[in-house]
């Protein structure tokens, strides 16, 4: 009896992982607020997971904001403003305004 229950329990533990959505997919798929994306950084999305260093030879119509990991950064909300927060490889992990 005890085989046939560790077998059912690996069988709904398979079966609910077949029932998992990827967090990506539903973000991507999320309406983006006007009023919140005053600064476009729902476009600029294709630069999460590339270098902080590359933002250095792009050319930017708003003010930008590249923020190393741990830095201290000043407390002023700007929605007009496109800021890039980085992680401890120094490669874009955010993309948001304010």
């Known amino acids: 009896m005890k085989y046939y229950g560790k ?3 690996v ?3 398979i079966a609910l992982a077949g029932c998992q959505s990827s ?6 798929n999320a309406p983006v607020d006007p009023e919140m994306d005053r600064c476009g950084a729902s476009e600029l999305q294709q630069y999460v997971g590339k270098p902080l260093t590359a933002l250095e030879t792009l050319r930017f119509e708003k003010p930008v904001r590249a923020i190393p990991y741990n830095s201290a950064v000043t407390m002023d909300f700007n929605l ?6 980085g992680d401890q490889q ?3 992990t955010k993309v948001y305004c304010g």
């Not at 967090?23 to 991507?28: I, L, M, V, Y």
């Open 90 to 92: 120094g490669n874009i």
């Open 80 to 85: 007009n403003r496109i800021n890039f927060l």
């Open 11 to 13: 069988a709904a533990l």
């Open 23 to 28: 967090g990506q997919k539903t973000a991507a």
């Open 7 to 9: 077998i059912a329990f």
